[in-house]
């Protein structure tokens, strides 16, 4: 008879099970929170050994938790990452990732459109303490080639990136990487483990604004990083320096958030898919951008290199800027609110909003028109989703 295989857990199994804490003393099944900022050790010496890492233990919440430990073991086990570090927000990840990384004199690589806070660290932070940064289309690998160069530190790209859901090669940038030498870092937020798993493709660092769909409720700020165990080790050092730890408390949240991400996920994929193709054949719709769509310049590679597509999507009305607002403002099951990754479904008009800050030169570089509306879809029954937007594009009043 063949033996059976030892098989790897499924993904949506490893989501409830890895890395919760097994309590022997009353058999909890919720992982438990230990809300506590200090803990006590049986002497001095039994102190210095645990912050030395001479002996299994906790010493201080700023430099380790095991409730924050457990979220850091399931979200690794998630990634296929040796290791992970838990942040108070997403970008006190980003901040201490790059700062790991970079000197003063050093030279690094980001993609034109990452994220708002992302682009000031790149462009107004590092750039203070003499980091030359250069900036390129990443969907465009011939321009991180072009733009590498022996020496380079780092190569930082996002994918999918908002709010136009370009697709960045994976294997290309982290190709690139290693024939430079620079580490190589992926903001996941948009596609989760459950879509795609950064690490499998050669990548370095992969990070995430936890906020969004690993807490999943919109109701706490978090971010993660995974690497190997030596980046993390760096990690930690950083996260004791600046400070940015994550509270316990939000940490159960996240943890809590996580063990429906499977499910949960599939259900975001395929209401943002029902509603790029409901969106693709309206008359009062120019365009539409999702990776799923085979209209998407990327759709082959995103084919590729994620399982699902994910539940953001953007299109652009055929109208002004104030006809476009028209039409959000009359979405009713979708809330005029940013962030994304929710079980609420969120709308917005990013040239109204989150990129009014850029001129309309800029928004125009990154192709952001003034007709654009961002989709963030929720969990909510497809149907109503697709109602909410057919009324809303129809121009009936509010009710
Ligand atoms: C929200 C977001 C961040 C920042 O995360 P916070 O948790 O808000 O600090 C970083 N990257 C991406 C892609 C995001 O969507």
Not at 160 to 167: F, K, M, T
Not at 296 to 321: I, N, W, Y
Not at 337 to 347: K, N, R, T, Y
């Amino acid at each position: 008879m063949a033996k059976r295989s030892k098989r790897q857990l499924g993904f949506a199994t490893q989501c409830v099970r890895a890395g919760d804490p097994v309590d022997d003393q009353w058999g909890s099944v919720a992982p438990p929170i230990y809300q506590t900022s200090t803990f006590a050790s049986a002497d001095t010496r039994a102190q210095w050994e645990i912050i030395e890492g001479k002996r299994p233990g906790h010493c201080y919440t700023r430099y380790s938790n095991p409730t924050t430990r457990g979220l850091e073991v399931k979200v690794a086990a998630l990634e296929g990452g040796e290791d992970a570090v838990a942040f108070a927000s997403g970008m006190a990840a980003v901040s201490a990732c790059v700062l790991a990384c970079v000197k003063a004199g050093d030279h690094v690589v980001v993609q034109r459109d990452v994220y708002g806070g992302t682009f000031e660290v790149f462009h107004r932070l590092l750039p203070r303490f003499g980091v030359k940064v250069a900036t390129v289309n990443a969907t465009d690998l011939a321009q991180v080639r072009a733009a590498a160069r022996r020496g380079t530190k780092l190569l930082y790209v996002e994918t999918p990136a908002n709010p136009l859901l370009s697709v960045v090669d994976l294997a290309g940038v982290a190709a690139i990487g290693r024939k430079v030498g620079a580490t190589t870092m992926c903001d996941s937020t948009f596609a989760t483990p459950a879509n795609c798993r950064p690490l499998e493709f050669g990548i370095d660092v992969v990070l995430h604004s936890a906020t969004k769909y690993l807490g999943g409720h919109a109701d706490v700020m978090a971010g993660v990083a995974v690497a190997t165990t030596a980046f993390c080790d760096r990690l930690e050092d950083m996260l004791r320096i600046l400070g940015g730890v994550l509270d316990p408390f939000a940490a159960w949240l996240v943890t809590r958030g996580i063990k429906s991400l499977g499910p949960r996920v599939a259900v975001h994929n395929a209401n943002a898919m029902a509603c790029a193709e409901f969106l693709a054949g309206h008359s009062r719709v120019r365009a539409v951008h999702y990776p799923g769509l085979p209209s998407h310049p990327q759709h082959e590679l995103a084919k590729r290199q994620m399982r699902g597509f994910g539940g953001v999507l953007s299109f652009e009305v055929d109208g002004t800027a104030r006809a476009t607002s028209a039409v959000v403002d009359r979405l009713r099951m979708f809330r005029v609110a940013p962030s994304l990754g929710a079980v609420e479904s969120l709308a917005l008009q990013p040239a109204a909003t989150t990129h009014s800050k850029l001129s309309p030169r800029e928004r125009k570089a990154v192709g952001i028109r003034d007709s654009l509306v961002r989709l963030a879809c929720g969990i909510e029954s497809a149907e109503d989703l697709v109602d909410d937007l057919r009324q809303a594009l129809g121009g009936r009043r509010r009710r």
